[in-house]
C-alpha cells in the first residue's frame, strides 16, 4: 500500500458500537518449535444480548496462517467464511457456539515486537494495543472479556513456561519437551494476555495482603542478572502494601511475576499475574545503574502493579478511553513516589516532563484530547497527553474533591465496575456521585485538546486593603476544536508580603471556605473572565499563584525580578520557589538570547547580578532539601526554552544559555568548590532520597566546575570517573568530560570511553548509557560520531533500547547537531525511519517527532524538515503508524 493507492482509513468514537458477540472462556495450546508455532485456540461466544441481531462473527487478525477452524467440533468449508482487510469474517454463526481454530505463525520473524515474539534466548509477548491479533483470531477490543486458560508447550532447551493466573498443571511430553497450564479466574481482555518461555533464573519472595493471604512474587531474568532485581523486588512489595493503604486495593491472585526482556517497544506491560518489563525498568545496581535509572523501577514497578486495579480489573471499553486506565495510574505512581522520597522534588520532575513535553504536543499537529475523537492506529496514542496530561486531570480532580471524597469517589468506582470495561465518564460519574460536587465543566478536559493559558493582572487598594486577582483564561485552537468553551481550573495559591505568606480573606466566600488563620487556597476558575477579591491585606502583595502546579496551564503574569527573588526565598510552596528560579533564569537568558540576535558578542554581555545573589542565596538556604537546592541552580533546559518560542533560533538558545552557565560558574565558583570538596566520595551506595539528593547537588556543582576549563578540575573529573563506587557518579563525570571543550579533557574523555566500553561491554544496558553520553555530545561533529556507532558492536539496528539510546537521544537531546542548518540531521532521521516503517513500525513513529514540529523554525530549516517528511509519505507500503503521523505534520 501506499501512501497515494489507499489510505488508511479513521476510526472514530461517535462510530463505536457493543460487539455482536462476546467470549465466555478462552483455551489456549501454544505449541513452540524452532521456526514456528502453532496456536489452537477453543473459543467459546454466544450472541451479545445489548448488539443488534446479526447471523456472522468478525475476528481480528493479521499476519497468520489458517490451519483449520471448526464450530462445534465440525470443519468449516472455505465458502463458509473469507478473509477481510485483517479479519476472519464466519458466516451463518449460531447464537452460542465453540469456535476452534488453528494457527501458524513465525515469532522469530515477528521483528515488530507485538503478539509473539523471539527476544534473545526467551519467546514472549506484547497485546497492548492490538498485538494478539497476531497470535489468533479473535475479537481483539478492550470490551470483550473473557476467562483464559492457557497450555505452553516447547523444547525443554525452555525451562520456564509461564501465562496469565495461577498455575495448575505441569509435566512432560515426549521428544523432549513438555508443558504448563495456567488459569486465569478474572475475565481479562485481550490485550492483557501474556506468555513467556525461556531458560531464565529468577529471585522469590512473599507478600502478605491486609486479609492475610499469601502472595508468591518471583521476578525472572536472564541468569547473568540475578543480581540485579533486588530493588526491584522491594518496590513491589512497597507498592502493593501502599495500594492496600491509600486506595484499599488488594492484589488477587495467588502469585504476581515479572519478566525482564531486553526487545521491547515500551517500558513494561501490566499483564495480569505475569508483568513483562523491558529491562530498563527492573535491573538495577549501583554498580550499573544510575540514580534515574533507580528512581524509575520503582516508579515503573509500581504503576504496573497499580494497573491490577486501574486498567485490569476495570478496563477500557474502547481505546479513545485509554487515559482512563493510564492517566489514573500515572497519577497513582507518582503519589507513590512521592511518598516514597521528595514530594517536592517528584513535583518538579513530573511538571519538567509535562511542561517540554506534553505543552510542546498540545502545540504541534499531533495535539489531542486525552479523550481523542478519532485516530488511524492507535499505538500512536501512547502519548505524554494520554499519560501526564491524563494524571494532571486525575490530580486536579484529587485537589477539587479534597482527600476524603477522593477516595470515596474510587472506592465507588470500583465497586460499581469491577470486572467491567468503561469509560471516563463512568469514572467521572462516580467521584461526582460520591462527592456530591458538579463536574459536568470539569468534562472538558476530556474532550478540548491544547493548553489552556492564563493571563493575570491584579490591583492593590491601600486604604480599603483590598487586592484583586483578574484572571482571563484562552486556549489555542487544535486540530479537533478551533474555539474552546471555559475550562474548570483549580488554581492553589497564596499571598506573599515582606515576610512572607499573609492569611488570605477571599471576599463574598462560602463560609466553610475560609479560615482565619489560612495562608493557602484553592480558587475555581470557570469563566473566560474572573476576578477575586481578597480583604484585609495589610501590603501590596506579590501572589504566589499555580502552588504545586495545580492545573497544567501557561500562566502570563508581570513578575518583576524582585518579586521572583522573593518567591525562591520566602515561599513556603516549594514547588513555587523552584518554579520561580527557572522564570527568572528564562528572563536573563531571553536577555542573552536578543544580544545574540542583535550580533554582540555574548560572552562580554553583562549577566544580570539579581541571578548570581539569588542562586547565592539558595546555596546558603540551609532549609531546602538538597535535590531542591540541584533543581533550583540548573538553568531551564534548550527544549524547554524552545517550546516556549514562537520560533525556535536553535543557536541563540544554545550558546545564550551555555554563556549564562558560564557566567554563574565563575561567579559562584568558591561555593561550588565548596561543595564539591564537601562531598565524601567514598560513602557507602544508597538509593535514599537523601542520599540521591546530596549526589545530585554534588554533581551539578561538578557540572558547573567543569565549564572553567581549570586542568585540576579536570583531573578531578577523571578521578571521580575512575574511583566512584556507583553509576551516577561515572556517568556525571564521564558526561562531563566528553562534553567540555579543552583538548586536555578531550584527551581524558577518548580514554575514558575506551575504559568504558572494555568493561562494560557485556552489560547491555549500562552500553545504552555509553551510546547516549555520545549521541547527546554538544560538541561539533557528533553526527557523523552516531554514524560511526551505528555500525560498532555495541549497536543492534533492530533493539528499540539502542535505538532509543543513540539515534532518538541524539535526534530529541541534541538540537544543536542535529538541527545543522545544512539539514544532514533531518535526512539521517527520516533514513532511519523508513528502514524502520516495515521494520518496526511502532518505534518508526515515535522517532518522528523532531520533524514534526518544523512549523516552529526559521524558513530554511522548515523546508529541509518538510521536505524529509514528503520523502517519507513517498515512500512504498507505508505503516499506519508513520502514515498517520506524517500526514498530519503536512497539513
Request: aromatic letters at 10%; one cysteine or more; glycine letters at 4%.
Amino acid at each position: 500500500m501506499t501512501a497515494i493507492e489507499q489510505t488508511p482509513k479513521a476510526i472514530y468514537l461517535k462510530d463505536y458500537s457493543v460487539p455482536n458477540y462476546l467470549i465466555s472462556k478462552t483455551e489456549l495450546h501454544v505449541d513452540i518449535y524452532d521456526g514456528y508455532t502453532l496456536v489452537t485456540a477453543n473459543l467459546t461466544l454466544y450472541k451479545n444480548p445489548a448488539a443488534n441481531k446479526v447471523s456472522q462473527l468478525t475476528l481480528h487478525g493479521t499476519d497468520l496462517e489458517l490451519v483449520s477452524i471448526a464450530i462445534d467440533g465440525k470443519a468449516l468449508s472455505s465458502d463458509t467464511y473469507e478473509f477481510g482487510e485483517e479479519t476472519l469474517i464466519v458466516k451463518n454463526t449460531p447464537s452460542e457456539f465453540l469456535l476452534s481454530c488453528v494457527t501458524k505463525i513465525y515469532p522469530e520473524k515477528n521483528t515488530s515486537l507485538e503478539g509473539l515474539y523471539k527476544s534473545r534466548t526467551m519467546y514472549c509477548t506484547q497485546c497492548e494495543a492490538e498485538g494478539f491479533r497476531k497470535i489468533t483470531y479473535y475479537l481483539d477490543r478492550p470490551d470483550v472479556m473473557s476467562e483464559f486458560t492457557t497450555t505452553v508447550v516447547s523444547d525443554k532447551k525452555f525451562p520456564v513456561l509461564l501465562s496469565n493466573g495461577n498455575l495448575i498443571e505441569k509435566g512432560q511430553l515426549d521428544n523432549n519437551r513438555h508443558f504448563a497450564t495456567w488459569h486465569d479466574p478474572f475475565k481479562k481482555p485481550a490485550y492483557l494476555f501474556a506468555l513467556v518461555a525461556g531458560d531464565l533464573a529468577h529471585i522469590e519472595d512473599k507478600f502478605t495482603t491486609c486479609s492475610n493471604r499469601e502472595v508468591a512474587l518471583k521476578i525472572y531474568v536472564e541468569p547473568k542478572d540475578l543480581d540485579k532485581c533486588d530493588h526491584a523486588m522491594t518496590s513491589l512489595k512497597n507498592s502493593m502494601r501502599w495500594d492496600e493503604e491509600v486506595y484499599g486495593r488488594e492484589y488477587d491472585l495467588d502469585i504476581f511475576m515479572i519478566v525482564a526482556v531486553d526487545d521491547f517497544n515500551m517500558g513494561a506491560m501490566e499483564n495480569k499475574g505475569l508483568n513483562i518489563f523491558n529491562t530498563s525498568c527492573v535491573l538495577a545496581k549501583p554498580e550499573t545503574t544510575t540514580d534515574a535509572g533507580f528512581q524509575r523501577v520503582e516508579g515503573v514497578v509500581a504503576h504496573e502493579y497499580f494497573h491490577n486495579w486501574t486498567g485490569n480489573r476495570v478496563t477500557c471499553r474502547d481505546w479513545f478511553q485509554l487515559s482512563l486506565k493510564e492517566g489514573f495510574t500515572v497519577y497513582r505512581d507518582s503519589e507513590f513516589s512521592a511518598d516514597m522520597g521528595s514530594r517536592t522534588v517528584k513535583r518538579v520532575e513530573d511538571v519538567s516532563l509535562l511542561r517540554t513535553l506534553q505543552f510542546a504536543e498540545d502545540a504541534g499537529p499531533m495535539a489531542h484530547p486525552i479523550r481523542p475523537e478519532s485516530y488511524i492506529e492507535i499505538s500512536n496514542f501512547y502519548t505524554m497527553t494520554i499519560y501526564e496530561k491524563g494524571a494532571e486531570i486525575v490530580r486536579m480532580l484529587a485537589n477539587l474533591l479534597g482527600k476524603e471524597n477522593f477516595r470515596k469517589g474510587t472506592d465507588l468506582y470500583f465497586e460499581r465496575h469491577d470486572g467491567q470495561a468503561v469509560t471516563t465518564e463512568d469514572f467521572v460519574a462516580a467521584l461526582a456521585d460520591a462527592s456530591g460536587k458538579d463536574l459536568t465543566q470539569f468534562k472538558r478536559w476530556y474532550s478540548q485538546a491544547g493548553t489552556p493559558r492564563l493571563r493575570v493582572t491584579d490591583e492593590y487598594n491601600e486604604e480599603t486593603q483590598e487586592y484583586a486577582l483578574h484572571i482571563k483564561q484562552s486556549c489555542p485552537p487544535t486540530p479537533e476544536c478551533q474555539q474552546k468553551l471555559p475550562f474548570h481550573i483549580p488554581i492553589a495559591m497564596g499571598l506573599l508580603g515582606s515576610a512572607g505568606d499573609l492569611p488570605l480573606y477571599l471576599k463574598d466566600a462560602e463560609p466553610d471556605f475560609e479560615t482565619d488563620d489560612n495562608t493557602h487556597k484553592v480558587i475555581e476558575l470557570t469563566q473566560a473572565e474572573q476576578t477575586f477579591v481578597f480583604s484585609r491585606v495589610q501590603e501590596k502583595p506579590v501572589p504566589s499563584l499555580l502552588r504545586g502546579f495545580s492545573a497544567p496551564v501557561k500562566l502570563q503574569y508581570g513578575y518583576s525580578r524582585e518579586d521572583l527573588m522573593l518567591l525562591m526565598s520566602r515561599d513556603s510552596d516549594g514547588f513555587n520557589r523552584w518554579d520561580a528560579s527557572q522564570q527568572l533564569a528564562l528572563q536573563v537568558i531571553s536577555d542573552v538570547i536578543a544580544a545574540y540576535q542583535r550580533g554582540e558578542n555574548i560572552n562580554a554581555v553583562e549577566i544580570d547580578s539579581r541571578l548570581i545573589q539569588a542562586f547565592r542565596n539558595v546555596l546558603q538556604d540551609e532549609s531546602l532539601d538538597q535535590a531542591m537546592v540541584a533543581y533550583m541552580l540548573t538553568l531551564p533546559s534548550e527544549a524547554y526554552i524552545s517550546e516556549l518560542a514562537d520560533m525556535v533560533d536553535v543557536e541563540a538558545i544554545h550558546y545564550s544559555r551555555a554563556a549564562v552557565r558560564k557566567k554563574i560558574a565563575v561567579e559562584l565558583r568558591n561555593e561550588f568548590a565548596r561543595i564539591y570538596s564537601a562531598y565524601d566520595h567514598q560513602q557507602v551506595y544508597a538509593a535514599t532520597a537523601d542520599a540521591i539528593a546530596k549526589r545530585s547537588l554534588k554533581n551539578v556543582a561538578l557540572a558547573y566546575l567543569m565549564l572553567l576549563n581549570d586542568d585540576d578540575i579536570v583531573r578531578a573529573c577523571e578521578q571521580q570517573y575512575l574511583t566512584a563506587n556507583n553509576m551516577t557518579d561515572v556517568m556525571a563525570a564521564l558526561t562531563q568530560l566528553v562534553n567540555a571543550e579543552s583538548a586536555f579533557a578531550q584527551q581524558l574523555s577518548g580514554n575514558a570511553l575506551a575504559d568504558f566500553y572494555e568493561k562494560w561491554k557485556d552489560e547491555s544496558l549500562v552500553v545504552n548509557q555509553w551510546l547516549t553520553v555520545q549521541a547527546t555530545c554538544s560538541l561539533s561533529n557528533t553526527l557523523a560520531r552516531v554514524k560511526a556507532l551505528e555500525v560498532h558492536n555495541a549497536y543492534d539496528s533492530k533493539n528499540p533500547n539502542k535505538i532509543r539510546a543513540l539515534i532518538s537521544s541524539f535526534c530529541n537531546n541534541n538540537a544543536i547537531n542535529f538541527h545543522d542548518k545544512a539539514g544532514d540531521g533531518y535526512k539521517f532521521l527520516a533514513d532511519k525511519i523508513i528502514v524502520l516503517n516495515a521494520q518496526n513500525p511502532q518505534i518508526a513513529s515515535r522517532l518522528l517527532t523532531p520533524l514534526t514540529k518544523w512549523k516552529k523554525y526559521a524558513p530554511a530549516r522548515q523546508l529541509l524538515m518538510k521536505a524529509q517528511l514528503e520523502r517519507i509519505m513517498a515512500e512504498p507500503d507505508l505503516s499506519k503508524d508513520v502514515f498517520e503521523v506524517v500526514s498530519k505534520s503536512l497539513v
